[in-house]
C-alpha cells in the first residue's frame, strides 16, 4: 500500500476533491465534537485550526487486535462527526486494520510488512485488546504466530503506542480473575516506546482521535495522568461533571433497578455506580453523537471501565467510595467563601510550634541519660542522693 | 506556723519497693510570681481581653477566621477537643490507680487531676468565647430543651459537669489539707470531724468521675463521626469514637509524665523513675492497643495503602503514626524506661502525635467543600495562646500553694514537720499507704 511522499492532510484532501468548504465544515464539527482537537493549536479561528490540520502529514497508523470484542472498533465506526470513511481516508492512513480492511491472506500481512518497512519510527500503533502471555503466548496466533511475538514486532518499528480500550491499557475483561490466558496490556509487554492509554470498554472515540491528531500536527502526545491516560479526557471523575449530581447531592437515589426512583433519573449510586472512584469525560462527551448515550444516561450504573482497579475486579454492584469530599447535606452557598491566611497568624502559630519543639530538645538535653538516675535533673553537681534522701533540702518557711 | 508535736509517719512502700515520691509538697523555695509567669500574664490579659471584646462585641468575624464551611474555629478544636485530651490524665492515671491497682501512680494523682482541671477548665473557656449567640447560652441547662439523641448535647452537659463537679470534688483534698494546716484550730477540728464521712462518698464519686469523661471523651470522636465524608477516610471511621476515647488515655498518661518531668526540671525536685517507668510501660501498652485497632480499622476498610499514597494527608497520617509509634517500641524496653531523657522525649512525642490524631479530623482532614480553606485568624491564635498559658500560670501558682508535686516524705518533714496521726493531714489512710487522691 505504497503512497505518495509528503501525503499532508491538505493536499489529499484536495486530491479528493474535497472543498475547502466541506472541510471547514468538517473541521468546525471535530473541534465541537472533540473540544480535545483545541488542544492542536492556540488558535481559535476555524480556518487557522483548519490550517493546523492541513499541513500535517497524514499519520500511518497500523491496528492490531489482540483478545478483544472489537467494541473499540466498533464505537469508532458508529462516529459519525467525522465518520470512519474521513477519519481513515482523508485524516489518517489506516495501513493494517483486521475488521475494516478489504484485503485478507496474504495481500492483508503484505500491507502490514509494507507499512513497518516503509514506515519504521514513523508509524503509529494502535493496540486493541489484550495479549496472552500464559504458555508462551499460544492462546493466540495471528498468521501463525504467537500474538505476544507479533506485538513485540510491530512495536518495536512504532513511533508510538495508543492503546485503546480497557483490554489493551491493562488486560481489561480477558485479566478478570482468574485469568486463565495471562491476559496483560500492551505496557507489560512493550517498555521502551511511547505508550498512550486510552481505557474504556469502550473508550470514547474522539480521544483517540484527539491523541492520534496531535501525534500529526505537533509531533507530540498529550500529557499523561499516573495510569498513562491522557489528561484532558481523564482528569476528572464521572461524579464531577455527572448530570445526576444534583441527586446524589439532594440524597434521592434509586435503590432497585426499575423503581420509582430509578424511573424518575435518580443518582444510581446505591445501585454500585461507580461514577465517585472513576476518571473519564463520559458523563460530558456521550457516545455516537446521541443525547444521553452512555451507561449512566440510560438508568445503568459506571461500571468504573476506565479505572486498573475497578471494572472486571470489583463486583458491578458494590458501593463505591465517595473519594472526593462531598458538599455539605444543605444547600451550598452560592458564593463559597474561602478562608484566608494571615501571614502573622502564620507566623505565631509557627512560633509556637518551635517554642514546643525547642522548648523540649532544651529540656530533654538536661535530663539524665544514665539509666536510672533519679537525681535532681539539671543539676550536675550534686552527688546523686542515695534510696530513699529527699535530694538536698529545700528551705520551708511554712505554708 | 503551729506544727502539732507528732511522729513522723513510715515512708510508703509497695510490695517491697520504697518509693522516692511519697507525697505531694508544695514547691517552697521560690517567689510565687517570676518573670516567666509575668510573660505568661501577658498572654492572659491580651487572650482575656480579646475574649472579653469577642463576648461583648458580639460578632465572630472580625475576631476569627471561620466561615460558614469552618464553623468550628481552633478554640473548639483545638483547646477542647484536641487539648482536652491531655486534661484526661485524672481518667487515665485515675483508672489504672483505682480500678487496676497501680497504688503507686497515687504519687502522681494530685499532678493528674489538677492538669485535668486546668485543661477541661481553659476548654470550656474556649467553648465560651466560641459560642455564636452566647445572650442564648442559659438555654443549655433548661432539659426541655435537650435534644438527647444529640453527642454535641451529651458533650455541651458532660463536660462542665465533669469538670466543675467531679473534678473539683477530686482536687477537693489538696484545698482542704491547706485549710487544716493554714486555718484555725476550729477549722481543724471540723475538718477531722467531716472528713471520714465525706470519704465514704469517695467510691461512688469517683467511679462517677471515670465513667462521665469516658461518655464524652468518646463523644468528641462521635462529632466527628457524623461529619460523614467532610472528614477524609484515613480518619473517618465508625472507631471512631473508641479510638478517641483510649487516644484521650493516652495523652493524660503522656502529659502527666511529661508535665511532671518538665516540674521537676524547672522546680528542682529529684525524679522517681520506678513510678515514671511503670507510667509509660502502661501508656505503650495502651498505644499498641489503639495502633492496632487504628491499622485494623484501616484496613478493614480498605483505605490502609492511602496512607501511604504521598499525598499530604498520607504525610500527615505517616507523621502522626509516627510519632505514637516509635514512643510505643522505645518504651517497651525496660532499660529505655529507666532513662529520663528517654521517658521524657518520648511522652512529649506521644502527647505531639495524640494531639496532631485529636486535631486533624476535626480541621486538617476536614474539607467541607472543595477549595474551602481555614486558618485561625490571629486574635483566635491568640486567645488560644492565652488559654494555654492560662493552664501554665495557674499550674505554676498552684503547686507553690498546695502540696501537689510530688516528693519523698522527708522533705516534707524538713518544711512542716508531720501530721498527728489519725488526722486528716497525716497522708494516711486506713490501709496504710500514702493517700494523694
Redo the contacts between chains.
Sequence with gaps: MARPANDTIGERLRRCGVDRREFLGFVGRLAVAAPAALALTRHLALDAIAGEIEKARRPSVVWLHFQDCTGCSETLLRTSKPDLAELILHLVSLDYHETVMAASGKQAEAALHDAMTNEAGRFVLVVEGSIPTKERGHYMRLAGRPALEVLQDVAAKAAAVIAIGSCASWGGLPSAPPNPTGAVGVDSIVKDKPIVNIPGCPPNPYTFLGVVLQFATAGTLPALDRERRPLFAYDRTIHEHCPRRAHFDAGRFARQFGDDGHRHGWCLYQLGCKGPVTHAGCSTRHFNEVPDAWPIGIGAPCVGCTERDVAFKVPMFDRAPVVRPTPPDTYPPVVAPTGTVDPLATGLVGLAVGAVVGGTYVASKRFSKVAGDESVPGRKDDPPPRDGDGGPPLGGKGV | ?STPDVAPVP?PSHEGV?F?WQRG??V??VPLLTRTSLALLFFVLVGTGLGVLRLFGGALGPFS?M????AWGVWKTFNTMALTALGSGAMGVGIAAWVFGYKHFHAVMRTALLTSLLFYGTGILGIVTDVGRPWNAWNAVLPWHWNTQSPLWEVLIAMPTYCFVFLLYENGPTVVE?LW??GSPGVRRWIDRWHPRIRRTYPYVVAAAYIVPMMHQSSLGALMLLS???V??LWQSEMLPLLYLVQAWICGFAAVIAIL??S??VW??????KVLADLARVMSSLTLFWLTARVADLAGR??LSRGFSGDRYSVMFLVETLAILVPAIVLRTE?FR????VV??MA?LTA?GGLLYRFTPTTLAF????????????P???VM?GLVALVILLYSVAVK?FAILP?????WY???GAAPAGSFADGRPADGHARHD
Design positions: 506556723m515512708a520504697v522516692r509538697v508544695p517552697h523555695d477566621a466561615t460558614d464551611q469552618y491547706r494546716w493554714k460523614g465524608n467532610k477524609h477516610p518531668m518538665a521537676c526540671l528542682r525536685r529529684p525524679l522517681d523513675m480498605g483505605v532499660r529507666q532513662v529520663p531523657r521524657f522525649t512529649v505531639i474539607m467541607p467543600a472543595e477549595h474551602a480553606t481555614y486558618f485561625p485568624a490571629v483566635e491564635v491568640l495562646f500553694r516528693a519523698p516524705l522527708e522533705t524538713r518544711m512542716f
